[in-house]
Structures are given as structure tokens and as C-alpha cells.
């Protein structure tokens, strides 16, 4: 099955281990961000994946495209060309310090592309699903006008859309998410969000949890999902439910609702992880989902996929999940005691 996604990837830039930016003699490098990982992690669940996107033809340029190759994703719609590459820089948190992002992304390549530069109809034959983030549009008027095109692109293929609304306070205000998200929705079949998300980028609140105390109001997420479903029509809708107890031990579960979910609440298995890189753990999710309702029996086993889909890649460094569906579906199963395997 074949899966796109469309947004940028970043250089990532970042202390090793637990040191600070302004202690370290010595940055380690990767690539990731939103759409990207969620491309990489498909491809590892065996899917046909291709990311969209436009990356400088320099060196940086092709490291990025070599390790988007390493691990399965098709870069035959990545358009070469622009001035640079997006780079943030990650602090990673330990404990009571929570981890820390910096962006050094204006002007980047892919916020240049233009629909014309990409063969759309070509990128989308035989396409089941297509994947965004909120992330995107809110790098500027041109990623809004792109991704609204590959939008339409998607739907005239007959693809399912999936967005993570994924609101980044760094990159817009709310009330410039909002206008822009809202209308969006009309091309989404299925939502992914957190608490912050939904009201950030869409104005809906998640009653009284509160995630820094570690307190879900289980009830109110249902009922948000409940509201989201009924106001913009989606398929169904996935809630992400973190418990930040520090940022080195949180709690993980979701939420479904769709159809099914009408008659039974669906909520997942909840695991509590020692964080070991938790960004790229709501992308994990996502991926775990798509390839779940892609390929799973019913929704509820594509919830559980991506719950323990994403569980995992906590524990991985850098942004991709680098995991097998086997490894996820031992986790399913309760191999969860992280015993050497020999």
C-alpha cells in the first residue's frame, strides 16, 4: 500500500547525551521532523512510502535524501533545489528540566515550492493515504497554497487524509492557526491531537486534564473527540494522552473514536515509559495508525498498534522509529520487560 507524505525535514542538531547547548564542544547530527519520520517509520512497517517535499541540491542536502533512502522512503517526488536546509537545534531534558527546541528554519527550501514543480497526478497514482501536519502551513503562504493542492491531489486520487494537528507555538499564534486550520479540515478524514493541539490550532478544549499535573479526564478527551467528529465530519479522530510525570518518566495511551467508538469507548493499553528521546513520538503514533488502519483487522488493533508503535520509539534516539512490526507486536503482547533477546 501506498502512503505520501508532504512537509520538511530539518537538520537536527543536538548536545549528546543530557548536556546543554551551552556546554557542549560537540553537536550530533540527524535529519527529522513531522511528515518525514512518519515516512520513515511506514517504510519500516512495509509500506510504500513517499515523502514530498524540496531539499538543496548541496552536500547537506544529499545527506538528508541518502538517509531518507536508508530507510525505505521514496525520494522520487523530493524536488532539488532552494537555498537551505531547515536545522533545529534539541536540548534533551532529564528529569524536572524539560527538553528544549530552537528553530533556524526561515527561508528554507521547502517554503519555495510551488505545485507546478511537483507532478501531483503522477505522485498520487495508486496513493491509499496521505499524511500533513499542522506544522506545514505554518511556515508561510506558500506551504499553505502547496499542501491545499496536494490536498486536492489526494482526494482526486481517492486517498485518505490524515492530519496531526501538531500546533507549534514557535512558529504562529493561535488565532493565525486557527484561521488557517479550520478550513483545512473539509479535506481530513481522520484527526490526530493532543489536549493543546485541538484548542490551539482549533479552539475545542479537553475539559479539565491537565497534562504538566500528569491528571486525564478520560471522559472529557471522549467527549472532545466526540465534538471534533460532529464539527468538521471526520472519519475518526485519535487522542494522544501524555502524563508528563517529569521529562524522564511519562505515561502513554490514546484514544479512538469513530464509528465503532460510538458504541464502545475505544482507549488503549497505557505503558509508562523512561524517556529516552521523545521527540518524534506523536509522528511514531501517526505512522503506527495510518499502517494500522491500513492493514489491521479493525480500529481498535490500529489504536493499539500505534500506541505501542510510539511507545517504542521513546525509546530510540533521534526522530525516527526505527522499529519492526514485529518488535511492535511483541509489545502488543505484553513483551514489554526489555529482557536482552538472544
Known amino acids: 500500500m501506498k502512503v505520501v507524505t508532504f512537509g520538511e525535514i530539518m537538520l537536527r542538531l543536538s548536545p549528546p547525551g543530557h548536556r546543554r547547548l551551552v556546554q557542549t564542544p560537540s553537536l550530533d547530527v540527524s ?6 519520520n512518519v515516512a520513515v517509520a511506514l517504510a519500516g512497517f512495509g509500506l510504500d512510502s513517499v515523502f514530498l517535499s524540496k531539499i538543496p541540491r548541496h552536500e547537506i542536502g544529499q545527506a538528508c535524501v541518502n538517509a531518507l533512502r536508508r530507510y525505505g522512503v521514496s525520494d522520487r517526488f523530493i524536488v532539488r533545489g532552494g537555498e537551505r536546509l531547515g536545522v533545529y537545534f534539541l536540548e534533551t531534558g532529564a528529569s524536572q528540566r524539560g527538553s528544549k527546541v530552537l528553530y533556524d528554519r526561515a527561508g528554507s527550501a521547502v517554503t519555495t515550492l510551488l505545485p507546478e514543480e511537483v507532478d501531483l497526478e503522477a505522485a498520487f497514482e495508486g496513493a491509499s493515504w496521505f499524511h500533513w501536519t499542522g506544522i506545514t502551513p505554518a511556515l508561510g503562504e506558500t506551504p499553505r497554497r502547496m499542501l491545499e493542492e496536494t490536498c486536492r491531489a489526494a482526494r482526486r486520487a481517492g486517498a485518505s487524509i490524515s492530519c496531526d494537528l501538531n500546533f507549534r507555538a514557535k512558529l504562529w499564534t493561535e488565532q493565525e492557526a486557527q484561521a488557517v486550520m479550520r478550513p483545512l479540515m473539509k479535506y481530513v478524514d481522520v484527526c490526530i491531537a493532543n489536549e493543546e493541539d485541538a484548542e490551539r490550532s482549533l479552539g475545542l478544549r479537553a475539559g479539565a486534564s491537565d497534562v504538566e499535573a500528569a491528571t486525564l479526564d478520560e471522559e472529557a478527551y471522549f467527549g472532545l473527540a466526540r465534538t471534533l467528529r460532529e464539527a468538521y465530519g471526520f472519519r475518526a479522530v485519535a487522542i494522544t494522552l501524555r502524563e508528563s510525570f517529569s521529562a524522564s518518566m511519562n505515561g502513554w495511551s490514546a484514544l479512538l473514536h469513530d464509528e465503532e467508538a460510538c458504541r464502545a469507548p475505544q482507549r488503549s493499553a497505557r505503558y509508562e515509559i523512561r524517556l529516552v528521546d521523545r521527540v518524534g513520538g506523536g509522528d511514531a503514533f ?27 520509539k521513546q525509546t530510540i534516539p533521534g526522530d525516527f522509529n526505527l522499529v519492526s512490526t514485529q518488535e511492535v507486536e511483541n509489545l502488543m503482547r505484553g513483551s514489554g520487560s526489555g529482557r536482552v533477546q538472544r
Not at 31 to 36: D, N, P
Not at 288 to 293: D, M, V, Y
Open 286 to 312: 501517526a505512522a503506527g495508525l495510518i499502517a494500522g488502519l491500513l492493514t489491521r483487522e479493525d480500529s481498535r488493533e490500529a489504536l493499539e498498534f500505534a500506541v505501542a508503535a510510539s511507545c517504542l
Open 31 to 36: 535529519f527529522g521532523g513531522g511528515e518525514a
